[in-house]
């Protein structure tokens, strides 16, 4: 468009160059070479959690086989959240799920081989819009009124509920989805025994001994298959569900593979159960002393301060005297006395002594010429 509007090369602007880019939509692209500068834009997709090399290889799987990529995504709870579950802001995660399908927004080169394919820009709108249409039909799922859970993939608020289902994706992801619905039921009734003596175990119980909850979880993961990359957060409160499930692997007799898979996914950390803190009952309030008496205050005399100029007997007060020819108040400073003096032409005493600097001399009275060319006018 700037070459257009000003047929002027240089006014193109190379934010950016690479040797290699995978690109699979407007704002879905990664580069694949070794320089120092690494593009990696993905909108809706928390690249943070991985290295760059990392999610290179998360890509390259992802566009080989189905084009999905499940991913446990974090963030702050807000005010709705505050306002609707009454739950303090803290970090939360859910399962996310970041699709890589083209958007045919670019012709694609076919070549035999499975490697990356290389792309051109359309020529005509109707062969664009004819691939996008077909695209978009067969991209979208099956949708049954009767039959398709709506809750399948709902993010939660609990810790104790992601863990769960954390741990049961990973149990059908290990056994390649050929498991049996009661064993997973078993491990995690069986590991309430580790549970019982938490404080909160009211709270959570709810979660291990609801049998329709745990197979609606198992059913979401078996409609919606797929590995999670990033392994399950370590909170204050999934930290004893995570050692129960553990032990009670390790009751059951599985495979020390298995285990070690298990802890692996789940961070697990062999370090003592968190248990909130108890807050120390609070002591009765201590028993009233008698304060000491207070002596009643009695009125003195302001102390004449010692001043380098000697204190008036007689403090001056404000009068105010009117002019005949003004209606405007003007304030002078008489000397309050019994005697006063009838003409107000007689210099006035000042009670504080002599002025300390050289008499300022009087003003001479001006003309309007004066005052329009110097911006002063006398008395």
């Known amino acids: 468009m700037r070459f257009e509007l000003s047929k002027n090369p240089e006014a193109l602007e190379i934010k950016t160059s690479v040797k290699g880019l995978i690109q699979w939509t407007t704002r879905g692209q990664i580069s694949i070479d070794n320089s120092k500068i690494k593009i990696a834009a993905m909108t809706g997709y928390q690249k943070y959690h991985f290295s760059h090399e990392e999610n290179i290889n998360i890509i390259t799987n992802s566009l080989e086989n189905d084009n999905k990529i499940f991913y446990l995504q974090k963030r702050l709870t807000g005010a709705l959240d505050s306002y609707k579950k009454g739950k303090q802001v803290s970090m939360v995660s859910h399962i996310s799920c970041f699709k890589t399908i083209f958007d045919t927004k670019r012709k694609i080169i076919h070549t035999d081989d499975k490697l990356m394919k290389y792309s051109n820009p359309y020529k005509k709108v109707n062969e664009s819009l004819l691939e996008r249409t077909l695209l978009k039909c067969f991209s979208q799922s099956v949708y049954s009124d009767s039959l398709t859970m709506k809750s399948s993939f709902v993010s939660s608020l609990s810790v104790i509920d992601e863990t769960l289902k954390y741990f049961i994706r990973d149990y059908i992801n290990y056994y390649n989805y050929d498991f049996d619905h009661k064993e997973i039921l078993s491990i995690i009734e069986d590991s309430t025994v580790f549970l019982k003596d938490l404080p909160y175990w009211n709270k959570i119980k709810r979660y291990f001994l609801n049998n329709d909850l745990i197979y609606k979880m198992i059913n979401s993961i078996v409609l919606r298959k797929g590995v999670i990359q990033n392994g399950l957060s370590e909170y204050a409160y999934n930290k004893p569900v995570i050692d129960a499930i553990i032990k009670t692997l390790s009751n059951k007799s599985y495979s020390i593979s298995f285990i070690n898979f298990v802890k692996r996914r789940l961070n697990y950390q062999n370090k003592p159960t968190f248990s909130p803190p108890v807050l120390p009952s609070p002591s009765p309030p201590p028993s009233p002393v008698a304060s000491p008496p207070v002596e009643p205050v009695v009125d003195q005399p302001n102390p004449i301060p010692n001043l380098l100029v000697p204190w008036p007997e007689t403090l ?48 001479k009275k001006t003309s309007k010429k004066w005052e329009d060319k110097f911006g002063h006018r006398g008395n």
């Not at 001056?316 to 009117?322: D, I, K, M, S």
């Not at 000042?350 to 008499?359: A, H, I, N, Y």
């Open 316 to 363: 001056p007060v404000e009068e105010l005297v009117f002019e005949e020819d003004r209606k405007k108040p003007k304030i002078s400073h008489v000397a309050s006395s019994k005697t006063t003096t009838t003409s107000s032409s007689l210099p006035v005493a000042s009670p504080f002594g002599p002025p300390l600097g050289p008499v300022a001399p009087p003003k």
